[in-house]
């Protein structure tokens, strides 16, 4: 089932920081070794145990999604829906969201959409 490091213990904190490491590392190494810059960079990172989906936006704006190592392909295209179609609409439309403002997003709406089309995704039943 879906789990979101909202609300989690403080170790939820430890696993986003280095998260956030790991995916600004790989990204520098990606962009060092493309033979052609301005490329779309570090989309998924598969391992035998998960596989970690990863959508930058043009904002710099990170979406990320854990799946089991079973998990076929990319799920770019889901990123890019949870980010245009229930980001946007549920945060970024939201007169109260400030993008400088690096709080948690606390917004219902948006974790009830989210949580609804995630759960709809074979590889979350």
Known sequence: PFN???????????????????LFSL??????MS??????GLH???TS??????????????????????TVGSLRSNLQHIYGHIFVEYVAKNPLYN?????PIDS???ERHLQAYLEGLSCFR
Do not use: Y
């Open 44 to 46: 998924l990172v598969k």
């Open 27 to 32: 990204k520098e190494l990606v962009s060092n």
């Open 49 to 70: 145990h998960f596989t970690l989906h990863h959508l930058e936006t043009a904002t710099g704006l990170r979406f990320v999604l854990n799946t089991d190592s079973n």
């Open 108 to 110: 219902p709406l948006f």
């Open 99 to 103: 993008p400088l403002n690096d709080d």
């Open 35 to 40: 033979p052609s810059k301005g490329t779309e």
């Open 4 to 22: 979101s490091f909202a609300g989690m213990a403080n170790s939820a904190d430890e696993d986003q920081k280095l998260i956030f490491g790991m």
